[in-house]
């Protein structure tokens, strides 16, 4: 776990962050005293308020999510602890409207149960008419384990608070919000996983629970519990066991709701340190694993932050089994509009709704170019050239990769690797024809497609610039010279886009001294050693473009331009020469 901190000092930290909330969103106010966010008066009509709220450390919720069309106001506590009765009382009885009625909603933890029923039955005594709603969704901890305390309360709460919070919008009356709002919760599983469990500002540090390399907590809590085990697992896997403990109707320790409903709501949900990319392939796992074994296709499906554990890293799946609640569905009330920094449904109801399948189907003038040219090569000699080269790059991959890691962020050697393994795989799978321009034409989406970053596009611009400088020569078998002059060409391309020239610490360095050489002499070994020299030279050369300008440091002393080296690997094996400086 992470124990760095901007803000170690814990109430520092949670007041900071709840002012933050009146200066992103205008229509909310804070009482500092009892740690209230709470939506600021208006004139519009009085509705049902909805209160909600726990410990903090679990942002967005629940202050994130005070605004029109959810919660009217959320009470937090310290860190990871329950907000006191007082401070919920003050938040039922003076911070929200209660002309209409207060609906209390609370995850079903002891100390947020107490504290919040506490002020519920206050304010009822108080004459203000009140109803509380306790969330329990978790499935990670069981039947047997949970005894009577039931099931945690975790990230399918937010689909709870905002479906009552868009039929008090509505102007429904209290029953019926507290009716929708116990329906909810009443279809709703979730479960957890994560790598490793969180620090928590201002508390010592602990290893008692970490977690190894590897492994994985499944049914982690959102203060830190344990789950229901941990194991050593990969994606798929670690889904199809969460999915399994949502809806295997066979495991009576966990079957609590059968999704059956023809509109089931999905929530991926953030638990802190997951980044987006990642979100995006956990979310593409599990939509896939939903359809292909339990034939579930969600009619919405939510992905990001709604209900952290810090900074946790892990995620959470919540499942719907949408319910008539005798009124507008709960699919509606989801996609009914809301104005809180912490609901994301970016996506409108009318374009779920739209189903639109439809697809542009592509064309590429490429395909002209892989018609035979008649520039011709012995096919053997031609494999075995690419073979050399590319096998070269490879194996220099290791000491690219140092490089790179030196004065660049460590991709250069991975790139030309993954590009280099790539065209392999297709001149063994589309065989080569002997005719240069065709072969080339189909090596180049291979780069295209699996060379990233801006070496990528610079070999893809190359290539391309040298499939229409091969177009113009007459047919017959290519010359030294003929290979220089098509080259030369593409340099000449490549300069348009780039300002790189020798000198400036780039592959460039590398490769005008191969097409200078090659053109004056016609030998490739003499070509490719002069394109070794220039990246050999590159050391110590101060950077003028590329990563390299922005690490600074004195590594460009140390180490060779990884991108000017990787190129003369490749033209040292395209000679048959060894690449070892």
């Given at each position: 776990m992470?124990?760095?901190?901007?803000?170690?000092?814990?109430?520092?930290?949670?007041?900071?962050?709840?002012?933050?909330?009146?200066?992103?969103?205008?229509?909310?106010?804070?009482?500092?005293?009892?740690?209230?966010?709470?939506?600021?008066?208006?004139?519009?009509?009085?509705?049902?308020?909805?209160?909600?709220?726990?410990?903090?450390?679990?942002?967005?919720?629940?202050?994130?999510?005070?605004?029109?069309?959810?919660?009217?106001?959320?009470?937090?506590?310290?860190?990871?602890?329950?907000?006191?009765?007082?401070?919920?009382?003050?938040?039922?009885?003076?911070?929200?409207?209660?002309?209409?009625?207060?609906?209390?909603?609370?995850?079903?933890?002891?100390?947020?149960?107490?504290?919040?029923?506490?002020?519920?039955?206050?304010?009822?005594a108080?004459?203000?008419?009140?109803?509380?709603?306790?969330?329990?969704?978790?499935?990670?901890v069981?039947?047997?384990?949970?005894?009577?305390?039931?099931?945690?309360?975790?990230?399918?709460?937010?689909l709870?608070?905002?479906?009552?919070?868009?039929?008090?919008?509505?102007?429904?009356?209290?029953?019926?919000?507290?009716?929708?709002?116990?329906?909810?919760a009443?279809?709703?599983?979730?479960?957890?996983?994560s790598?490793?469990?969180?620090?928590?500002?201002?508390?010592?540090?602990?290893?008692e629970?970490?977690?190894?390399?590897?492994?994985?907590?499944?049914?982690?809590?959102?203060?830190?519990?344990?789950?229901?085990?941990?194991?050593?697992?990969?994606?798929?896997?670690?889904?199809?066991?969460?999915?399994?403990?949502?809806?295997?109707?066979?495991?009576?320790?966990?079957?609590f709701?059968?999704?059956?409903?023809?509109?089931?709501v999905?929530?991926?949900?953030?638990?802190?340190?997951v980044?987006?990319?990642?979100?995006?392939?956990?979310?593409?796992?599990?939509?896939?694993?939903?359809?292909?074994?339990?034939?579930?296709?969600?009619?919405?499906?939510?992905?990001?932050?709604?209900?952290?554990?810090?900074?946790?890293?892990?995620?959470?799946?919540?499942?719907?089994?949408?319910?008539?609640?005798?009124?507008p569905?709960?699919?509606?009330?989801?996609?009914?509009?809301?104005?809180?920094?912490?609901?994301?449904?970016?996506?409108?109801a009318?374009?779920?709704?739209?189903?639109?399948?439809?697809e542009?189907?592509?064309?590429?003038?490429l395909?002209?170019?892989?018609?035979?040219?008649?520039?011709?090569?012995?096919?053997a000699?031609e494999?075995?050239a690419?073979?050399?080269a590319?096998?070269?790059?490879i194996a220099?991959?290791?000491?690219?990769?140092?490089?790179?890691?030196?004065?660049?962020?460590?991709d250069?050697?991975?790139?030309?690797?993954?590009?280099?393994?790539?065209?392999?795989k297709?001149?063994?799978?589309?065989?080569?024809?002997?005719?240069?321009?065709?072969?080339?034409?189909?090596?180049?989406?291979?780069?295209?497609?699996?060379?990233?970053?801006?070496?990528?596009?610079?070999?893809?611009?190359?290539?391309?610039?040298?499939?229409?400088?091969?177009?113009?020569?007459?047919?017959?078998?290519?010359?030294?010279?003929?290979?220089?002059?098509?080259?030369?060409?593409?340099?000449?391309?490549?300069?348009?886009?780039?300002?790189?020239?020798?000198?400036?610490?780039?592959?460039?360095?590398?490769?005008?001294?191969?097409v200078?050489?090659?053109?004056?002499t016609?030998?490739?070994?003499?070509?490719?050693?002069?394109?070794?020299?220039?990246?050999v030279?590159?050391?110590?050369?101060?950077?003028s473009?590329?990563?390299?300008?922005?690490?600074?440091?004195?590594?460009?002393?140390?180490?060779?331009?990884?991108?000017?080296?990787?190129?003369?690997?490749?033209?040292?094996?395209?000679?048959?020469?060894?690449?070892?400086?």
């Amino acid at each position: 776990m992470s124990s760095k901190h901007f803000i170690s000092d814990p109430t520092k930290l949670v007041n900071d962050a709840l002012h933050s909330l009146t200066i992103t969103n205008p229509t909310v106010a804070l009482d500092a005293d009892n740690k209230i966010i709470y939506r600021r008066p208006t004139n519009a009509p009085s509705q049902v308020s909805l209160l909600s709220g726990g410990g903090s450390g679990h942002e967005p919720s629940f202050a994130g999510m005070v605004g029109p069309g959810i919660l009217s106001a959320a009470v937090a506590g310290t860190i990871f602890a329950s907000p006191s009765a007082e401070q919920v009382r003050n938040g039922v009885i003076s911070r929200v409207d209660t002309e209409k009625g207060v609906l209390v909603v609370v995850m079903n933890y002891t100390g947020d149960v107490l504290s919040f029923g506490m002020a519920v039955e206050k304010a009822k005594a108080a004459g203000v008419e009140c109803e509380m709603v306790v969330v329990g969704d978790d499935v990670g901890v069981g039947r047997a384990k949970g005894g009577k305390v039931g099931r945690r309360g975790i990230a399918g709460t937010v689909l709870v608070i905002k479906i009552a919070g868009a039929l008090a919008a509505q102007g429904k009356p209290l029953s019926e919000v507290a009716k929708a709002a116990r329906l909810t919760a009443e279809n709703l599983v979730s479960v957890g996983a994560s790598l490793d469990h969180v620090h928590v500002p201002g508390r010592a540090i602990s290893t008692e629970h970490t977690l190894e390399a590897g492994e994985v907590e499944i049914g982690m809590g959102i203060h830190n519990e344990d789950g229901s085990g941990r194991a050593k697992i990969g994606l798929p896997d670690l889904v199809k066991t969460m999915l399994s403990q949502l809806l295997d109707q066979s495991d009576k320790d966990r079957a609590f709701v059968d999704v059956k409903s023809n509109q089931v709501v999905l929530l991926i949900n953030n638990l802190g340190s997951v980044s987006v990319l990642e979100m995006g392939g956990i979310t593409t796992e599990v939509v896939s694993q939903l359809e292909s074994t339990y034939n579930i296709k969600p009619a919405r499906v939510l992905s990001g932050m709604y209900m952290t554990s810090l900074n946790g890293l892990g995620f959470s799946i919540s499942l719907l089994n949408t319910v008539d609640i005798g009124g507008p569905s709960m699919i509606e009330l989801l996609d009914a509009p809301s104005e809180a920094p912490g609901w994301a449904a970016p996506i409108q109801a009318s374009t779920w709704e739209a189903k639109n399948t439809a697809e542009r189907t592509s064309s590429s003038k490429l395909d002209e170019a892989k018609k035979p040219s008649g520039q011709t090569m012995n096919v053997a000699d031609e494999k075995s050239a690419l073979n050399s080269a590319l096998e070269a790059v490879i194996a220099a991959e290791p000491e690219v990769t140092q490089y790179d890691t030196v004065v660049g962020d460590g991709d250069c050697g991975i790139g030309l690797k993954r590009g280099a393994e790539a065209v392999l795989k297709h001149i063994s799978t589309s065989p080569l024809t002997g005719d240069v321009l065709t072969d080339l034409a189909g090596i180049v989406p291979v780069i295209e497609n699996n060379m990233d970053g801006t070496s990528g596009a610079l070999y893809a611009i190359f290539l391309n610039a040298l499939v229409h400088a091969l177009q113009a020569p007459a047919p017959g078998a290519l010359t030294p010279q003929t290979w220089a002059a098509a080259l030369q060409q593409s340099c000449d391309a490549l300069s348009k886009y780039t300002p790189a020239r020798p000198g400036d610490r780039t592959l460039v360095d590398a490769l005008y001294p191969f097409v200078e050489i090659l053109g004056k002499t016609g030998s490739l070994a003499e070509a490719a050693n002069a394109a070794r020299k220039a990246a050999v030279e590159t050391k110590g050369m101060q950077a003028s473009l590329g990563r390299s300008v922005y690490v600074g440091g004195s590594g460009f002393t140390q180490v060779p331009d990884p991108g000017a080296w990787g190129l003369s690997c490749l033209f040292l094996g395209l000679a048959g020469l060894p690449s070892k400086e």
